[in-house]
């Protein structure tokens, strides 16, 4: 498969890496084969320290530090006082209870807006996986279909749904004419939620469908058979052996999409801006406002609720490390 | 017609249809209805003038009411069909509106002027893409920067990701060293720290480098993924040792064993990296909202999101901007649809 673009990029490649060997043949005399390897680690671990590791330290030192300075000298130590300020609450159901109500809300959203994108997209991505695993024709397409909205950007896939969902658009004109009447869904909070979460599932649900499908077909074939054999029925297949085998492969499907539910921003953001109000407001919005878009930064506050956020994520991370562990090992 | 149907109804089997396979296809419909037409229709509606597009209902093909040029006129005339009146059936030319009553003329007798009520007439339209909201983009909107820094920022991101990525995964899985547990713990490690929880510092760190409104800043935090490492490991313990073996025989460098044995071997790998990497390099949007805040920055995805809050009614050029920038993912997943299934698959997302 040598095309044209293939020979330009080698003829970029190859002077590079001539030169490099140079320094390195340097190198592997100075070290030692074996010692080479740090050598070969070291970008990509400088990368990781510098851009993963390091920060991960530094947001600490943030979030018990107060103050609107970026510098961290210019920045007097508050202790815990970030986090009070997060977490002091009279109750914490009641956003409104709350010192910082933003926060809460933008909590209870996430919360509200993971359970139900999560649920209703696992959902249809196991139906869609199902129907896509049947002896159908043009299986390639169909599936090429469902997936084709995972590589849409997300500022794309808002635009998208904003122009259909606008007060003068198609899905209006539709409405009006079938007599149910038009609706400014946008404006309205309980709508502009529910749209937040069907847009989210129509963008990623062909990335789960596709996992799930893989998970579908690793089923050996001849369990179906010896089902059919015994003349079980399709409900009886289904809920003796496609779901058990399935399982694990549903696990990490669920703990995927909680990892990447909880972190939901851009897709909402271009769509809502967060509104009406604060509606659509997530967690990962929140920290983005506090810390970047208002005046003052409040970095402390913003790196205080991340920590938060990453203890989270951590947690759905290892159960997610051990799921995978777990699947290949069986 | 029935040759199609046959086609679409017959099973792999060959047997009568199932009523679930009824279920099955009426389902894949409505997913390729779901899925295709939003996306359609905001090609359609970028070929729409910015009259067109506030017609309520709106049509499905983007139409344009027909002008002529008569002399002794500067401006193009638009074009009107007579339904009532007179002058019924005839097509005439509007000079101009007054009130209820329109004055017009007939094209081929421009001297006499006519007065029509305005409920007799209806505009002569036709179907006709309106590509200037297209040229407008290069001309008034700065496009071409935009789109030379998505650009920038994709290719360079995935060309530095892969060199790193691919040595670290040929040190981790070519090498018997003391601490390569560490290291694979290490980069195991960042999977649980995604860029959305380090923003604050991260940013220290992008200024403090003196990367804030650069390119470079969106950029070199971004090639930072242990995904890639993954993945090439994952393919380089494929390859036989007993190759590198041969070539060290040979008195070839480690370096030439790296660039002239392992990357070509692996480049199946390698490909599906490069996919998933300008994709998530092209879609970026929070990190390059952080960083680049002055538009001569900006990358399509910043300033669609920031042409939306400004031109709320300008939507003729803000569709034909958005159809460019998903273009080009359509481009390559159209050519590259397998490598990309089948890398999404194997990595489990970013």
Known sequence: MRSKGDSILLQVITPIMRAIEIPMLGLQRLLGINHLAWVFLLPNLLLFGLFAFFPVILNVSYAVTGGANVLLVDRPHVGAQNFAQLLDCANYLDPNSCREDKFWRAVWNTTWFVTLQVGIMVAFSLLTAIVLNREIRARGFFRAVFFFPVLLSPVVVALIWKWILQREGVLNAFLDWTGVGGYNWLVDADWAFGWSVFLSVWAHMGFYTLILLAGLQAIPRDVYEAATMDRASAWRVFRRITLPLLSPTMLVVLVLALIKGVQTFDEVYAFTGGGPGTATTFIIQYIYEEGFAGAPRLFGLAAAASLLVAGVLVVLTLVQLWLNRRSANG | MSRTLAFLTATRGGARLHWSDWASYSYLFLGVFLMFF????????????????????????????????????????????????EHEGKILAQLRRVGLRAQMVDPADPETRLTIDIADRAPVERFTLATENYTDLFGRFNFLLYFWNSTFITVSATLIMLLTNSMAAFALSKYHFRGRTAVLLLVIGTLMIPQTVVLVPLFLIVTELGMFNSLWGVIIPGAATPTGVFLLRQYMLTIPDEILDAARMDKASEWKIYWRIILPLSAPAIAVLAILAIMWRWNDFLWPLIVLTQSENFTLQLALNSFQGELQTQWSSLLAMTVLTLLPIALVFMFLQKYIATGIASTGGK
């Open chain 2, 38 to 85: 939003p996306v359609i229709w905001l090609v359609l509606s970028s070929f729409k003038t910015e009259a067109d597009l506030q017609r309520y209902p709106p049509t499905f093909l983007p139409y344009q009411q027909q002008t002529i040029i008569l002399e002794g006129h500067a401006d193009p005339l638009p074009l009107f069909q007579i339904t009532g009146g």
